[in-house]
């Protein structure tokens, strides 16, 4: 600290009085800084060179972190208050320092870090004038702005705070309270924030001030007499209920006590009040230290480790986090690859647990994956679901290549896929997920080989599904063809996630996708795949619920393999009109009308037909021509 005024140039005697003075000011006690800074072996200097380290070792004074990790190691809050204590007297003597961009530095830590401290202690009026002198080289132009301004307004404030109280102050006479008042206009930089939040300039701002009303009460009557001056002051002004702060009931944690209150005064203005007795005025002013004075303090100490990377961010973890808790809590892609790390230039594994102020660089392979062990290694929540997830993932690619293989081995035997002899050879085997299966076949825990002459001894080639063909088309009711889109005679036509071929897959029956649709891959529960159209009425619902288990999908060849398709038509209640359509659908080539299904009311009929056709170019023309059968009002695509 010493050292940093020798930087600026001033005398670190005269910093070091002016930091005892106001340490003074706050805590009652007198400190000769200088000596205690001077003593090398001194645990006071000890901590001080803590905090220093701390600081150096972080990338930014502005992260949230740092001010935890601080309050969190130093055991002597007095050596906290020393330091906001010194960097106010630093910021009050470096306006002559020609150095620009020293004083930028040290006005950024003194705003975002020492005042949020002094914030956090409750040293309000410290903290106050750290922002503003912060602000004072910062932003310059918007300092002096609003400071000239509260110069030109304060002879017409003054009256009004005059004009505000004087009723306030005869009612609060008579009830025979004792108090005085006071009128305090805000800080410069609480004005500037506001500006900036409200959009509007320093007259904008109609809260530039607040009135304060101190109660020299008995300790057991002082909520009692608060709340006794609140009625008085609502009784004679009309107050705004959505600003209104009751830190009487429910003090803040840094134990400030006080009742605010907005009223709308003379001339249509708004105007704070401030509500508190004596003692809480000063717990108010000197937050901490005034605590010292009224029943002690409790130090100040946080949950958690604070671990730094090599470029200095630092991050928060809860106590006992190892190596894998932080690579995990960084990045999900650096967890699954980590091997380690380095700590202190020491090499140590990923189940290691770190220490608050451990500076840790993440080791990785990417040959590295994330283990099942993983899990016991693990302490939070957050990286055991991380790691799960992985796993999962991981395990459904490697199913997926598993299932390939045994489908292209199938094909070299010239074994027929037929998922039903496949689903009794699967739980033959013991499983009842068909996800399991092909983990084992993964995982080479089943012989491939065992598996296809199981599959070929229950697999009847000369089982084959016909069709009855019924004679009424009212009455016609045929099975619905297996979803089953793969042709045993030609190639697949889909590339799933565009990397693998040959996949098991069906198409979803509730958009029956067709060669030439825009499609997406889903997996199911069960481990298959079923392919979707992207306008599918469930694309919304499975892409919100279940994003983890989409996949892309494409058509790839010429085509050339049919698909059901259900087709909604609606015309006049002639059966010639039936007729007609079959006609045309029996002309045309490479169609196929596999079932009809007719329903009449009031002279309109309502047919659902289900079609074989290979692409979508094909089911248009379809559509356009039962179109243009008399007596016909609307084709549609179900």
Same mark, same amino acid.
């Given at each position: 600290m010493l050292q940093l005024c020798e930087v600026f140039g001033l005398d670190p005697i005269q910093i070091a009085q002016q930091t005892s003075e106001i340490l003074k000011e706050e805590t009652g006690e007198t400190e000769d800084i200088y000596k205690l800074l001077s003593d090398e072996g001194s645990s006071f200097v000890t901590a001080v060179r803590k905090v220093e380290m701390l600081k150096e070792k972080s990338a930014s004074v502005e992260n949230e972190n740092l001010r935890a990790f601080i309050m969190s190691e130093v055991a002597d809050m007095k050596v906290v208050m020393m330091f906001i204590a010194f960097h106010v007297a630093l910021m009050r003597n470096i306006k002559d320092v020609e150095n620009g961009e020293l004083k930028q530095k040290e006005s950024r830590e003194a705003g975002v870090l020492w005042a949020q401290i002094a914030h956090q202690l409750g040293l309000y009026k410290l903290k106050s004038e750290l922002e503003d002198l912060s602000l004072k080289y910062l932003e310059h132009d918007a300092y002096y702005h609003i400071k000239e301004k509260l110069n030109e307004t304060k002879a017409s404030r003054d009256r009004y705070v005059a004009r505000f109280i004087s009723p306030i102050e005869q009612k609060l006479t008579e009830a025979g309270l004792k108090f005085h008042m006071k009128g305090r206009t805000k800080s410069i930089h609480?004005?500037?924030?506001?500006?900036?939040?409200?959009?509007?300039?320093?007259?904008?701002?109609?809260?530039?001030?607040?009135?304060?009303?101190?109660?020299?009460?008995?300790?057991?009557?002082?909520?009692?007499?608060?709340?006794?001056?609140?009625?008085?002051?609502?009784?004679?002004?009309?107050?705004?209920?959505?600003?209104?702060?009751?830190?009487?009931?429910?003090?803040?944690?840094?134990?400030?006590?006080?009742?605010?209150? %907005?009223?709308?005064?003379?001339?249509?203005?708004?105007?704070?009040?401030?509500i508190r007795t004596e003692r809480m005025d000063d717990i108010a002013e000197h937050g901490l230290a005034a605590h010292w004075r009224y029943k002690g303090v409790k130090e100040a100490k946080e949950d958690g480790i604070f671990v730094f990377t090599p470029k200095g961010d630092l991050f928060k973890l809860q106590a006992g986090s190892t190596v894998l808790d932080f690579a995990y809590h960084i990045h999900s892609g650096l967890g699954n690859r980590c091997t380690g790390a380095r700590i202190a230039g020491k090499q140590v594994p990923i189940k290691q647990v770190l220490h608050s102020g451990d500076q840790v660089e993440i080791m990785t392979s990417n040959n590295q994956t994330p283990?099942?062990?993983?899990?016991?290694?693990?302490?939070?929540?957050?990286?055991?679901?991380?790691?799960?997830?992985?796993?999962?993932?991981?395990?459904?690619?490697?199913?997926?290549?598993?299932?390939?293989?045994?489908? @292209?081995?199938?094909?070299?035997?010239?074994?027929?896929?037929?998922?039903?002899?496949?689903?009794?050879?699967?739980?033959?085997?013991?499983?009842?997920?068909?996800?399991?299966?092909?983990?084992?076949?993964?995982?080479?825990?089943?012989?491939?080989?065992?598996?296809?002459?199981?599959?070929?001894?229950?697999? *009847?080639?000369?089982?084959?599904?016909?069709?009855?063909?019924?004679?009424?088309?009212?009455?016609?009711?045929?099975?619905?063809?297996?979803?089953?889109? %793969?042709?045993?005679?030609?190639?697949?036509?889909?590339?799933?996630?565009?990397?693998?071929?040959?996949?098991?897959?069906?198409?979803?029956k509730c958009c029956q996708p067709v060669y030439g649709d825009e499609v997406f891959g889903f997996v199911t529960s069960g481990g298959g795949i079923k392919i979707h159209r992207t306008d599918c009425p469930?694309?919304?619902?499975?892409?919100?619920?279940?994003?983890?288990?989409?996949?892309?999908?494409?058509?790839?060849?010429?085509?050339?393999?049919?698909?059901?398709?259900?087709?909604?038509?609606?015309?006049?209640?002639?059966?010639?009109?039936?007729?007609?359509?079959?006609?045309?659908?029996?002309?045309?080539?490479?169609?196929?009308?596999?079932?009809?299904?007719?329903?009449? *009311?009031?002279?309109?009929?309502?047919?659902?037909?289900?079609?074989?056709?290979?692409?979508?170019? @094909?089911?248009?023309?379809?559509?356009?021509?039962?179109?243009?059968?008399?007596?016909?009002?609307?084709?549609?695509?179900?």
């Open positions: 609480s004005i500037w924030q506001k500006m900036k939040k409200q959009h509007v300039g320093v007259d904008g701002v109609y809260d530039l001030f607040a009135i304060r009303i101190i109660l020299d009460s008995a300790r057991h009557k002082e909520k009692q007499d608060c709340w006794q001056v609140f009625s008085v002051i609502t009784d004679m002004y009309q107050s705004n209920p959505k600003r209104m702060r009751d830190w009487l009931s429910v003090p803040k944690d840094n134990g400030y006590e006080s009742l605010h209150i %907005t009223v709308l005064g003379p001339e249509e203005k708004w105007v704070e009040v401030q283990k099942q062990d993983w899990l016991n290694i693990a302490t939070s929540t957050r990286t055991k679901a991380r790691i799960r997830q992985s796993l999962k993932e991981m395990q459904f690619r490697q199913a997926l290549m598993a299932k390939e293989v045994l489908e @292209r081995k199938m094909k070299n035997r010239k074994l027929d896929f037929d998922e039903p002899t496949l689903m009794h050879t699967i739980t033959g085997f013991g499983f009842k997920m068909v996800t399991d299966f092909y983990a084992a076949l993964a995982a080479e825990e089943l012989d491939i080989n065992d598996v296809l002459e199981d599959y070929a001894g229950r697999l *009847n080639p000369s089982e084959n599904k016909t069709v009855t063909e019924h004679t009424s088309a009212k009455e016609f009711v045929l099975a619905e063809p297996s979803e089953t889109a %793969t042709d045993k005679s030609k190639e697949d036509v889909l590339i799933i996630d565009r990397s693998l071929k040959g996949i098991d897959f069906q198409m979803a469930n694309a919304k619902q499975l892409r919100d619920r279940f994003s983890y288990r989409i996949v892309k999908a494409e058509w790839a060849g010429k085509g050339g393999q049919q698909y059901p398709i259900t087709l909604r038509v609606v015309g006049n209640d002639d059966i010639g009109i039936v007729n007609n359509i079959t006609s045309i659908i029996s002309k045309e080539e490479k169609i196929q009308l596999r079932s009809i299904s007719i329903d009449s *009311n009031d002279g309109i009929f309502f047919g659902t037909l289900t079609v074989m056709v290979d692409d979508t170019s @094909r089911l248009q023309q379809l559509i356009k021509k039962l179109k243009t059968v008399k007596g016909v009002k609307d084709v549609s695509r179900q």
